[in-house]
């Protein structure tokens, strides 16, 4: 059964900091992209950042180049996503997804609620 766990989410004041964890199951994560995701109330969902199964492969959303990192740990069939300099404009809900490098089957996490706020 194939699942994506996140996890970090939650509530921080402007200029904090969190760490969004994705854990992975039910496929051989080093052969997928990962990517995160956001989709802040009333608007789309949007990419953030991805990592490919190489790990010189990272592309940003370009607002947050300089405030989020993305990275993975194959052996932990994990992905993270470090974020800093927080702002309300970040609030929003984070996904996860997995895309296969090849044939491009995808799973989605169900989320973790970021907020940014006084």
């Known amino acids: 059964q194939v699942q994506l766990v996140e996890s970090g989410g939650g509530l921080v004041q402007p200029g904090g900091s969190l760490r969004l964890s994705c854990v992975a199951s039910?496929?051989?994560?080093?052969?997928?992209?990962m990517s995160w995701y956001r989709q802040a109330p009333g608007k789309e969902r949007e990419l953030v950042a991805s990592i490919g199964s190489i790990i010189s492969s990272i592309n940003y959303r370009d607002p947050v180049k300089r405030r989020f990192t993305i990275s993975r740990d194959n052996g932990k069939n994990a992905v993270y996503l470090q974020m800093d300099s927080l702002r309300p404009a970040h609030t929003a809900v984070y996904y996860c997804k997995a895309v296969h490098v090849r044939n491009k089957v995808d799973y989605w996490g169900q989320g973790t609620q970021v907020t940014v706020s006084d």
């Open positions: 039910g496929f051989t994560f080093s052969t997928y992209v």
